[in-house]
Every structure is written in structure tokens, then in C-alpha cells.
């Protein structure tokens, strides 16, 4: 079912219930966070709530932490901003080639949808982009904007040159 939600693009608050439930100590909070990071780690952009419907604990913190995430979501990050953490994060780690063939080159980027943050990347060799890589660019991006509780998604794009001067594409 978490498949299901990460794939809907949807922004996702994971809720873990019957926390009146759980015998804790200074450490538990910490190792039941991190047993749901192990299990759903396609989702380390969700944030988790830990509730109980029994006692009503944390559960008011629900709506506010619903409308955090609606928020972020929805955010549009100017192109310029885009391109700086774009930059950054090609100089800090540039991507690598595919089985011997030269590195591909990405020439700008910039976001084209809300929920989810959709980036396109404009490249000529653009299909020799990693999937690891776009992982790693989602994370660079996320350092630098946000987006809690979203996936963000990157839509490659052939850039197919500059026309010449007066005519159209």
C-alpha cells in the first residue's frame, strides 16, 4: 500500500498508531523511527507522527502537520534557484557515464508541476542518467527547498540545440 501512495505523488505523513500501547524508554522513540525507515525506505521524505486514537495523543497535531505538507507540496522554486542547487550539486558530485561512454552533461533545469515537485533537466545525453543519480539529485534538492512529505520527480529532456537567429523551432 506504501508503493501505491509513493507512486500517486501525493503528499505522505506516515501515522503510527498505538503508541499508548509501546513500553519506552530515552531510546525507543528513536529505534521505532528508525525500524519504519528500514521498512519503507522509498519514503525517507515522509515525516512520521507517532499517535495513539486511543488516548488521543498527538493526534491533534494531525491537521496543522496535513496542511505543512499540502504547503510544501505546492511550492514553486524560481528557475534561477533551481539552477544554482543544480550547479552545486553537479560540482560536488558530477554524473558519470554509462558503461564506458562519456559522462552526461546537464545544461539547466527547471520545475514544470507541483505535487509532486516535478523537475525537467535539460540534457543531450540525457538518458544516460542514472537512476541512482536523480536519487541523489532529489536529495540535493530537498537539502536546498524542502518539499517534506512529497517525492520529487525529474522529467529528462532533450535539449535539441539553439535555433538559428529568427526562425522557430
Known sequence: MAALVQDSGKPTLLLINKWDAVEKDTHTFAQKEEEVREELTFLDYAPTLFVSALTGQRTSQIPEKILS????????IPTHEVNQTLRRAIERTPPRGKRGKRPPKILYA???RCTPPTFALFSKHGDLLSQEYLRYLGRR????FGFEGSPIRFKIRKNKGTPARGRPR
Open 110 to 112: 527547471t520545475q514544470i
Open 141 to 144: 534538492f530537498r537539502e536546498a
Open 69 to 76: 505538507l499540502y504547503a510544501e507540496a505546492q511550492r514553486k
